[in-house]
């Protein structure tokens, strides 16, 4: 069972259209995640289809796994790149997301995905800044991100298949999605994340640099919602420093 003949009309900025798009567009990779098919986007209006909604089950979470270590291999141009056609100026959630290539990690997160945030929220995260570098891990090639990847972007369909919907899609380590799959919950996480390590294996101590890379969503949700999301993104940051 697939998407209905039936589509999904959303309205948001024309920039966050363009963005949401493209992303979606760039997304759809032989042996990924299905992604739903976009019919237009003009306007501040994106037509696509719409999805119906199933269980989460075991086995959909084991080849969600598979299909998503195929998107992150599918790779990027550089970290920080757009998609496509999208905009150096695109969104996570309501706050604005710049797309802005570089050929580092490191510095790049450090400059792009936790000062700007870090700064808005008033937080300090100088010390993890200052040490991202070592805190980093082994280096890693630019993976194709869906860059928002909390389970309320996970849809769970009702052929059996895991799609996704939302993106914020830009080129990243691949951690950070899974962190982000990790922050807020995901139905058999353990079974999706043990299926994409045999796809494709993370580097020793992935599970020490989880809250590093959670740094970028928790920000976000600082800036856009404040009250316990600083003390979580403070609480991330020590954690991060402790690895």
């Given amino acids: 069972m697939g998407p209905r003949a039936a589509v999904r009309t959303k309205r948001q900025t024309a920039g966050a259209t363009a963005a949401e798009a493209a992303g979606l567009r760039w997304l759809r990779v032989p042996g990924g995640p299905p992604v739903p098919f976009v019919h237009s986007a003009d306007g501040g209006v994106l037509v696509m289809d719409e999805i119906p909604h199933g269980t989460p089950n075991l086995q959909a979470a084991v080849t969600f796994g598979r299909r998503l270590a195929a998107l992150h291999l599918a790779g990027a141009p550089a970290f920080g790149a757009p998609p496509p056609d999208g905009p150096r100026e695109a969104t996570i959630g309501k ?18 995905r936790i000062e700007p945030y870090a700064r808005q929220a008033g937080i300090d995260m100088s010390d993890v800044c200052a040490r991202i570098e070592e805190l980093a891990g082994p280096p890693e090639p630019p993976a194709r991100l869906h860059g928002d990847l909390w389970s ?3 849809l769970w369909g009702a ?23 990790q922050l807020f919950g995901c139905p058999y996480l353990d079974h999706v994340l043990g299926a994409y390590r045999e796809v494709a294996p993370l580097a020793d101590g992935w599970q020490a ?3 590093l890379h959670q740094l ?19 609480a991330a940051a020590r954690a991060a420093l402790r690895s």
């Fill in 152 to 154: 309320g972007n996970v």
């Fill in 216 to 234: 970028f969503p928790l920000l976000v949700h600082a800036v856009l919602f404040g009250g316990g999301y600083r003390a979580q993104a403070e």
């Fill in 95 to 112: 706050a604005v997301m710049v797309n802005e290539p570089a050929a580092e990690w490191p510095s790049w997160f450090a400059s792009q």
């Fill in 209 to 211: 640099r989880v809250p």
């Fill in 159 to 181: 052929d059996g298949q895991v799609w996704l919907i939302d993106p914020a899609a830009h080129g990243g380590h691949r951690e950070s999605d899974l962190a982000m799959l």
